[in-house]
């Protein structure tokens, strides 16, 4: 099974050859996107250096201006279907989410029946080291708002450390994502779920800004159809 963590980058020169080598010294054939916005530090060009050493497993697609975090893996969705990959994860260059927890996002994906997974801050076990305590006052209130508002049964709907499977991204009309920032997890997440897809999200995850926790598949579903319709 082939599995592709898509990185968006600004500005990352401080972290990007060190996320990538951990990621990669796992060793268990994790393929990386990086999805730069044009970062004026050099960031890709020191992942292009790099993929020198890691060829076939290090990829980078170079966008013109800081165009956002939503567009940039919408870009990066695209790329992954059209090349193949049968999981796709979402994860941040500095480190915080841990690479290690890559394949525990994946094993509840690959072994615990879910569609997506998602590494949540905001349930038991799960916390949130360094940062203030007013941005945590924001996080919290804001998760709890929007699971409010949509009714979704998702403890951590900013939550940005996810395996998608194939599927997911397939039943999904992408273009019909249009948010910029955080939105737009709020936005994948809800679709998701309202396509009727199993998800993981009781997986405990400590995110250093953050212990991942995973959701036990509730009932099977029917392979939900292409939709045009649009939830946002």
Not at 57 to 74: D, V
Not at 138 to 155: A, D, E, F, V
Not at 158 to 186: H, M, P, W
Request: aromatic share 14%.
């Amino acid at each position: 099974m082939r599995k592709l963590v898509i990185i968006p980058t600004y500005n990352e020169k401080e972290n990007i050859a060190n996320i990538l080598n951990a990621i990669f010294s796992l060793q268990l054939h994790y393929h990386v996107l990086i999805v730069d916005d044009g970062s004026p530090d050099g960031t890709a060009s020191i992942v292009k250096n790099l993929m020198v050493q890691f060829p076939e497993q290090l990829f980078i697609e170079e966008r013109t201006g800081k165009l956002g975090l939503g567009t940039a893996y919408i870009h990066g969705f695209k790329w992954a279907l059209q090349n193949n990959y049968d999981y796709i994860f979402e994860m941040d260059a500095d480190f915080s989410h841990n690479p290690k927890d890559l394949e525990r996002l994946f094993l509840a994906c690959t072994n615990e029946g879910a569609d997506l997974a998602v590494g949540s801050r905001y349930v038991k076990g799960g916390k949130v080291l360094n940062w203030p305590i007013d941005r945590h006052i924001y996080s919290r209130g804001g998760s709890l708002y929007t699971r409010i508002i949509t009714w979704m049964p998702i403890n951590d709907p900013t939550a940005g450390f996810i395996c998608y499977s194939r599927k997911v991204l397939e039943a999904i009309n992408l273009d019909q994502i249009n948010f910029i920032g955080y939105a737009f997890q709020i936005a994948m997440k809800f679709t998701a779920w309202k396509l009727g897809f199993k998800r993981r999200d009781d997986w405990r995850f400590e995110n250093t800004m953050a212990k991942f926790i995973w959701l036990v598949p509730e009932k099977s579903f029917e392979q939900p159809k292409q939709t045009n319709k649009r939830f946002f």
